[in-house]
Every structure is written in structure tokens, then in C-alpha cells.
């Protein structure tokens, strides 16, 4: 019997598992902080469209895996074993599914007053501050995928509102196609969402914000989607990584014989450049890493990862989205509905599927100009 640890139950993970629970011969142990896999691409539309947060959490128990809601504390490569909280598990193979988290790059005064969005407990929190108090300003810190996503439902939530990107590049979007950035830019201003570059959050007081340059904002509540970093027992473990702690895997998704890297937590390189954080590829690389484990019990040669790119969208609350799918250029409704086929058809459970949809057709119309 081949001992087999997976630790995370979101995309990736569960997606290892069930190619491995195939198998009788292997004993699959998944590690998650967590009792619930939350289905993190509709969080921003909790706030917007009013889906129901419940509709988003899937109880790890129901997987059928044998399951420890634990915090992983380290990880030996050597010894083959990983250290929770209350025990050292020994493994044959382990994979990495663990994802990302906010970075708050150190500052603890942000990290304690600003909301975060990592999960379901994070968008309940941010529902009920929006529904509990009247803040003049609403400040979204970081202008990529979430940040924009973010701003958009919340004035879908707020119609007048202040609300204020705070990016620190240059730009919005980062390393996006340039059509992208200009196209979302003019929906940020038709929304009247005011966008800083360049800009930077200094502190948190009492509702007041702080910006680079004396910018003071007053009775504000900051949402903080700055970027992201992997776990702190994968920066602890002694392997090549980039800047955000994603470890550098091989062409088999292994930074050694028995150790796979998949979904946020692994950096793969693809086309003289790395593999961007994305559901398509969490999930064919959790099924990769278990096919390569049964090839590698039975002494067969590994299956080699060969990406293959669908697309992405930027999925804006007014629904004048953009993205690009299958090579091609898209912008507006469409892309709207595609968004939400592939998250109703990726999430987990028919009742959270028909819940999604549900909250999808009821939602009220708002003087969030729409298309």
C-alpha cells in the first residue's frame, strides 16, 4: 500500500485525488486548514450580484478522502514526511496543491485592518461590513485580475459611491494585452471608479487611509488584492522558487522523485517565460501529478506537461468584460456568460451549481450602468 499525501483541497488537490482514489492500493491522505474547498473565482461576485457565499464552500468530509484539518508546519524531502500541528505523517509521494494567499509584504498594520479575499470567510466578512456600516470611501488596493473585479461589484453594490483603485506599477493589469488595459480603463471611468497609480497604502487608523504622496482618505474600508505568495511551509523548503514562493518545478512537475508541485504553488516555465496562476491549469496539473505518481509506482516512463492555453477573462460587474478564448478577441455580454458556464460548470456539488445559478437569475438590476 503506497502512501500518498496531497496537501489542499482546491482545485488541483481534489483533482489529484480523484485520479488516485481509483487505485485500491493507495492510501490518499488530504491536508486542508480549512473544512471547506471554496470556489475562489466567484468570491467578487458575492458582493455585486449577491450570490450566496454558502453556494461557494464545498465540505472537504463529502470527498470521501481520508481528511485532516490541520495547518501544514513543515515539509522534510528527505525524510519523506510532513509535519502538522498535532502529528508527523510519512509519505511515498507527496503533492503540493497548497495555492496562494495575500501577501501583505510584511506590513502588519494593513494585514489587520484591511479585508482580504482568500475565501468564503473573507467575503462574509466584507458583505457584512458593506451591510452594517456607510463608509465615504471604498479603496481597493491592487488594479490586476481581483482588484478590478472587486471594484466593479462593489459599484454594482454601491451605484454612488466613492470607490478608488490604488495600484503601485504604472499601470492597471500588468502584463496584459494592451487593448485590455485600455478597454477596461474607459469601463473604470464610465463606473466613475477613480484609479491611482503609482500609489501606495501606507497605513491604516481608525478608518483612515494613508496614501504615498499625503493622500488621506477618511472613513474608508480597504480591500486588499495587492498579489499573492505561497504558503509559509512551502517558502521553507529548500528548492529553487520565484519571488512569490511558487517552487520551480521540472517538466514532470516534481522538484525531486517523490515530491509534485501543481496549481499557484508551482512555477513552470513554458515558452521561454512561466506559467500565469490560473483554475484551467490548477486542474490539469492535479490530474498530471496523479498519473505521473501510478506511472511512477509502476516504473513506467512520466508523462511530460504540455500546457495548453484556453484563455482567461476579466470578468466587470457592468457586464462589459473582456478576455481572449480560444485566440480569439472578446469583450462584453459574451464573454459575461462565459465566465460565469465555466464557474457554474467547475464548481463542486449540483446543489451549489443550482444555487449559483439561481442567485445568477434573480439578481436585481442596480443603476450600475449595464450593456
Known amino acids: 500500500m503506497k502512501k500518498v499525501i496531497i496537501i ?3 482545485f488541483a488537490g481534489l483533482s489529484a485525488g480523484n485520479i488516485l482514489r481509483r487505485k485500491k ?8 486548514s480549512r473544512e471547506t474547498s471554496d470556489f475562489l473565482p466567484l468570491l467578487p461576485d458575492c458582493i455585486g450580484r449577491k450570490i450566496n457565499p454558502e453556494y461557494l464552500a464545498y465540505d472537504i468530509n463529502k470527498t470521501g478522502f481520508k481528511f485532516i484539518k490541520e495547518e501544514v508546519v513543515s515539509v522534510d524531502l528527505e525524510k519523506k514526511q510532513v509535519v502538522i500541528q498535532s502529528q508527523s505523517l510519512g509519505f511515498d509521494y507527496l503533492i503540493i496543491a497548497s495555492g496562494s494567499e495575500t501577501n501583505f509584504y510584511g506590513n502588519e498594520n494593513i494585514r489587520q485592518n484591511a479585508y482580504k479575499l482568500n475565501g468564503v470567510k473573507d467575503v462574509r466578512g466584507i458583505i457584512n461590513a458593506l451591510e452594517e456600516n456607510n463608509f465615504d470611501n471604498y479603496i481597493i488596493a491592487g488594479a490586476g485580475y481581483t482588484g478590478i473585479e472587486v471594484a466593479t461589484n462593489l459599484r454594482r453594490n454601491k451605484p454612488q459611491a466613492k470607490i478608488i483603485i490604488i495600484e503601485r506599477a504604472p499601470g492597471i493589469l500588468g502584463l496584459v494585452q494592451k487593448w485590455m488595459q485600455e478597454y477596461v480603463a474607459r469601463n473604470l471611468a464610465k463606473l466613475k471608479i477613480d484609479v ?5 497604502i501606507d497605513r491604516i487608523e481608525d478608518k483612515k487611509v494613508y496614501l504615498s504622496g499625503n493622500k488621506v ?3 474608508a474600508l480597504v480591500v486588499w488584492a495587492a498579489g499573492v505568495k505561497t504558503a509559509a511551509f512551502v517558502q521553507n523548503i529548500k528548492a529553487a522558487k520565484n519571488p ?6 521540472d517538466e514532470c512537475l516534481r522538484i525531486n522523485d517523490n515530491c509534485f508541485v501543481v496549481g499557484d504553488a508551482a ?7 512561466f506559467l500565469r496562476m490560473a483554475v484551467q491549469f490548477a486542474i490539469v496539473e492535479g490530474r498530471l501529478a496523479a498519473k505521473n505518481i501510478l506511472r511512477s509506482i509502476k516504473g513506467s516512463s512520466l508523462i511530460k506537461y504540455k500546457p495548453i492555453d484556453l484563455g482567461y ?4 460587474a457592468n457586464n462589459r468584460s473582456c478576455g481572449r478564448v480560444l485566440g480569439i478577441n472578446l469583450k462584453g455580454r459574451l464573454q459575461t456568460l462565459l465566465h460565469f458556464m465555466m464557474c457554474i460548470y467547475r464548481s463542486y456539488g449540483i446543489k451549489n451549481k443550482l444555487g449559483i445559478i439561481g442567485n445568477l437569475i434573480k439578481v436585481p438590476r442596480t443603476n450600475c450602468t449595464l450593456i
Open 25 to 32: 492500493d493507495i492510501a490518499i491522505t488530504l491536508i486542508d
Open 196 to 200: 491611482l497609480t503609482q500609489t501606495t
Open 217 to 219: 482618505f477618511e472613513n
Open 8 to 10: 489542499g483541497a482546491g
Open 313 to 316: 477573462i476579466i470578468p466587470m
Open 244 to 249: 512569490q514562493g511558487r517552487l520551480k518545478v
Open 267 to 273: 512555477y513552470f516555465a513554458w515558452q521561454n517565460n
